[in-house]
């Protein structure tokens, strides 16, 4: 069983529309939280990063944190083509230096 | 430069040969690490450099596989003897406080073994 899990989709859904990406993960050291952005035949690029448990906002992208289910999501709200992308999560443990990832999900937002 | 510059973009060699791909990072970034990423696998750790530590060679997959960082900056990742499970894209990153801060990702070198 991998560390990280993530459905990698792909997820398909129309301009506008509420999206939810989720994964799991069985390392309970875990403290670190990442979303990463990746383009096609570009590198990811850190878009959310949260600390422990609870909730962070960025403007339409609200990344969520449960520990007790070791449980994270990201929401994006009002969605764009241009959002249109693979979004990895990552994660870490305090005083580790290896960024577990997940394995991805291809989400496609339609005009 | 202003991000972080890897080399070649894309390789396309034969079974057998040696290859070597290139990772220039942010000047001042102490962490560097270099990851693989083939499809439908997400990224899969293979080295991490820290300053001066000795690296943390742990997800290297055989010992075909080996990286040097020279003076705390450029990176080199060499594949021997390549083989068609080693064709992917692979990714070199850096970061100023290693696994718990944000890395910057070059944009990959892709590997195709024939």
């Known amino acids: 069983q991998k560390e990280v899990e993530q459905d990698p989709g792909p997820l398909s859904v129309p301009e506008g529309a509420i999206v939810s990406l989720n994964c799991t993960y069985s390392?309970?050291?875990?403290?670190?939280f990442m979303w990463y952005r990746q383009y096609s035949r570009k590198g990811p690029e850190l878009l959310m990063y949260t600390y422990s448990s609870g909730n962070k906002e960025d403007g339409r992208f609200t990344a969520q944190v449960d520990k007790s289910s070791k449980y994270i999501s990201l929401f994006i709200r009002d969605s764009q083509p241009s959002d249109s992308a693979t979004y990895l999560c990552a994660m870490s443990a305090y005083g580790a230096q290896k960024l577990v990832f997940g394995q991805g999900t291809r989400l496609t937002i339609n005009p | 430069g202003a991000g972080v510059s890897q080399s070649p973009s894309n390789k396309v060699t034969e079974k057998g040969k040696d290859v070597e791909l290139r990772c220039d990072p942010i000047?001042?970034?102490?962490?560097l690490y270099w990851y693989r990423q083939s499809l439908g696998q997400g990224l899969e750790f293979l080295i991490y450099?820290?300053?001066?530590?000795?690296?943390?060679k742990s997800g290297l997959p055989s010992d075909r596989f080996s990286a040097e960082r020279t003076g705390g900056s450029v990176s080199t990742l060499t594949i021997q003897r390549t083989q068609q499970e080693d064709s992917a894209v692979y990714l070199c990153?850096?970061?100023?406080?290693?696994?718990?801060?944000?890395?910057?990702f070059g944009e990959g070198s892709r590997l195709t073994v024939l």
């Open positions: 000047s001042g970034h102490t962490a």
């Open positions: 450099f820290q300053g001066n530590s000795a690296p943390d």
């Open positions: 390392n309970s050291a875990f403290q670190y």
């Open positions: 990153a850096s970061g100023a406080t290693g696994g718990i801060g944000e890395l910057f």
